[in-house]
DNA sequence: AAAAACTTGACTATTTTAGTCGGGTATATA
DNA sequence: TATATACCCGACTAAAATAGTCAAGTTTTT
């Protein structure tokens, strides 16, 4: 049970973002450098951060990406949400009138998966990026 | 990001006994019945719940599955590990010298994951069997 | 003896994932 | 205005994980 790479890479990317921007535009070069992750890789990723708002691009020399909210205003869940990466460990299909196996009620297990949907869904709301830099303050 | 079937069939079969059994044997061929789940896919999930001592076996005529422990004091956790389901949403290998990205040092999000972890292995190590019933009781 | 039910390893089709490739377009600066 | 830098975008693929089946048993009750 792990998210994706795309996932993970989108909030080490962001983060990187908010640690080196100078108020400037951070080129997917410098954080692929940086963050040794693949940059045609990052292109995939950014492509869906921008449909959604969660960046904005300016091209050409010194270009890259900007940041739309602050560090301290964007949720994690938002980018979760820009990348497709739902949280959904339930079996049946949320809208569906059928169970997880064919049947037309419910399954046992189904309230309980659908509380660990919102557990974990709270997490990623109540935590902004701005948190995960205060850690890395802390360890330097 | 949700959990395999495997293990949500074993928690759905495992609730399912704890429903279904009056203190005898439960046949996974009622379960497969009961619950829609492969008769054959359930032996394979059982071979596992029964070498990590959560179900022992009963051969032959009438025979079938008895939890080991009250559906009370099973926690959900403990079905979890039996089925290698583990919960690491962590990038990097939790021993190794390396960091997700090759680098030496723990990346950005390294600390972040790792509070995500803690998070939902608390979800699992708190909810016992007996949780999900009550639920399915307060429906009736 | 026969039937019910557990035992076990191997095997496979499908799906998902991670990541690449190719060919663009826009823009700052020399 | 040439050119290098950097974003843009769809399509493609190799590899891994997943879900589930199959075959060939063994054990125990009736
Ligand atoms: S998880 Fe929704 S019916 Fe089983
Ligand atoms: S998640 Fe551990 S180093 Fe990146």
């Not at 300016?58 to 820009?82: F, M, W």
């Not at 009620?105 to 509380?115: G, L, S």
Request: proline content about 1%; glycine content about 4%; some cysteine.
């Amino acid at each position: 049970m792990k998210l994706n790479t795309k996932s993970r890479y989108a909030v080490m990317a962001l983060a990187d973002m908010a640690v080196f921007s100078n108020d400037k535009a951070v080129s997917l070069r410098d954080i692929s450098l940086r963050q040794g992750i693949s940059l045609l890789y990052l292109e995939q990723i950014f492509l869906r951060l921008k449909k959604n708002n969660i960046v904005k691009s300016v091209r050409g020399i010194n270009g890259g990406y900007i940041l739309v909210k602050s560090p301290k205003e964007l949720k994690i869940s938002d980018i979760l949400l820009a990348l497709d990466q739902k949280v959904k460990t339930i079996g049946c299909k949320k809208d569906s009138k059928k169970s997880c196996n064919g049947k037309s009620t419910k399954c046992i297990t189904h309230n309980f998966w659908d509380e660990l949907d919102i557990h974990i869904n709270s997490f990623f709301e109540n935590k902004k990026l701005s948190d995960l830099l205060k850690s890395r303050e802390a360890r330097i």
